[in-house]
């Protein structure tokens, strides 16, 4: 494990490297981080070791403290258990019917989360009919969800689950997290799976039936929940899942949502001038492409296009830092490219243009793009 500063990229460690890269001092070892490799809670390979990296300071209470190392060795282990992480992007999760759906299958496994019985169980039964109604809406929702639960919700659900000392402070500190998610995690299309994840695992835990054996990156933990519960999950409609939501103050989440979605029209409205329609630099994905970003700051233009707002990218030709984001364009499960404003002035060095700065690595340059204005970058 290695701790990070992300000003700086000083790192502290609990054991060396195999390449020589950091230096003993006082019982630790401490080097610094390449500028390509960019700050993040996460598990990268550099020199010669596979790390749980998480970011200095870390948090000051010790259940948040333990929660987010374990949370990131998770992803250090994930991969030899047969979980490697999975890029995905539930875009439909920005989406006003998406939200609702979602915020109401939080709400009513907060309710399963204290409740007993056939009280309980009812909880249940609706947390899976809103799940399934919305992935009934978007087509290939379920797999994207999936995909996130099995890498981002697993993770936490770990965290939580070792940094909780018995099942009733799991509860606590699960019911907290679904009763203010909404307001901690303004974007659910990268965040969900910290709230869901814990959330059914928690749930499966209390069903006493063991779950956490043979699963894969396609396992669904809400079908692994109706299976453990003995419930049968139908296909659901718009009448019968608003008149469920009613138990749960439904009006309430429709009438905020509402709202919320006539402002993300304009906030889409910008995002797709600053990096689709006006003019872009467009940045190729090779086979050293990473990037780092926070997820709670994450738009969906669309389902092939979202926006990271703030963070950084790197690859073959140097590394982008954005603060004020960047735009990743996916085709089927993988990227093609990265997208920023293009710069006023191709020819001044360093690179940068709004919101955004570009260290190029030796012997690229920038290229005429496809449109009048656009640039790309080409290697010479």
């Given at each position: 494990?290695?701790?990070?500063?992300?000003?700086?990229?000083?790192?502290?460690?609990?054991?060396?490297?195999?390449?020589?890269?950091?230096?003993?001092?006082?019982?630790?070892?401490?080097?610094k981080l390449p500028s390509e490799i960019a700050p993040a809670n996460t598990a990268i390979q550099w020199a010669g070791v596979h790390w749980t990296m998480v970011m200095w300071p870390l948090p000051e209470?010790?259940?948040?403290?333990?929660?987010?190392?374990?949370?990131?060795?998770?992803?250090r282990l994930a991969p030899r258990i047969g979980l490697p992480g999975a890029d995905?992007?539930?875009s439909h999760l920005d989406t006003r019917e998406g939200r609702i759906w979602l915020e109401?299958?939080?709400?009513?496994?907060?309710?399963a989360t204290w409740?007993?019985?056939?009280?309980?169980?009812r909880a249940v039964a609706d947390?899976?009919?809103?799940?399934?109604?919305?992935?009934?809406?978007?087509?290939?929702?379920?797999?994207?969800?999936?995909?996130?639960?099995?890498?981002?919700?697993?993770?936490?659900?770990?965290?939580?689950?070792?940094?909780?000392?018995?099942?009733?402070?799991?509860?606590m500190v699960e019911d907290a997290a679904l009763r203010q998610a909404p307001d901690r995690h303004p974007n659910f299309v990268r965040s969900f799976a910290y709230v869901s994840g814990p959330a059914y695992g928690f749930l499966l835990d209390v069903a006493g039936t063991p779950w956490r054996q043979g699963l894969t990156p396609q396992s669904d933990l809400g079908a692994l929940l109706a299976r453990a519960s003995g419930i049968a999950v139908p296909t659901g409609n718009e009448d019968e899942a608003v008149r469920r939501a009613r138990s749960y103050d439904g009006e309430e989440v429709i009438a905020l949502e509402t709202q919320r979605d006539r402002d993300r029209q304009a906030h889409l409205a910008s995002a797709r001038q600053r990096f689709i329609t006006g003019p872009i630099l467009i940045l190729p994905v090779g086979a050293q492409f990473s990037y780092?970003?926070?997820?709670?700051?994450?738009?969906?233009?669309?389902?092939?296009?979202?926006?990271?707002?703030g963070g950084?990218?790197?690859d073959v030709w140097g590394v982008l830092r954005a603060p004020d984001g960047f735009l990743i364009v996916r085709g089927t499960n993988h990227v093609m490219r990265v997208q920023v404003p293009a710069p006023p002035d191709g020819q001044k060095r360093p690179l940068k243009g709004e919101g955004w700065t570009l260290e190029l690595t030796p012997g690229w340059t920038l290229a005429p793009g496809p449109r009048p204005g656009d640039f790309t970058l080409k290697q010479n």
């Open positions: 494990m290695l701790f990070m500063d992300p000003a700086t990229h000083a790192v502290v460690a609990n054991q060396p490297d195999r390449e020589g890269k950091l230096a003993p001092r006082d019982g630790v070892y401490a080097g209470f010790r259940q948040a403290r333990v929660r987010l190392m374990m949370h990131e060795c998770f992803h995905a992007s539930p109401m299958e939080w709400r009513a496994l907060e309710q409740r007993q019985g056939a009280a309980r169980q947390a899976l009919y809103f799940r399934a109604y919305r992935r009934l809406l978007f087509p290939g929702a379920g797999a994207q969800e999936n995909a996130l639960e099995m890498n981002e919700g697993l993770a936490e659900y770990t965290g939580v689950k070792l940094s909780t000392a018995s099942r009733q402070e799991f509860a780092g970003f926070d997820p709670n700051h994450v738009t969906s233009v669309d389902e092939s296009s979202t926006v990271y707002e950084q990218v790197s």
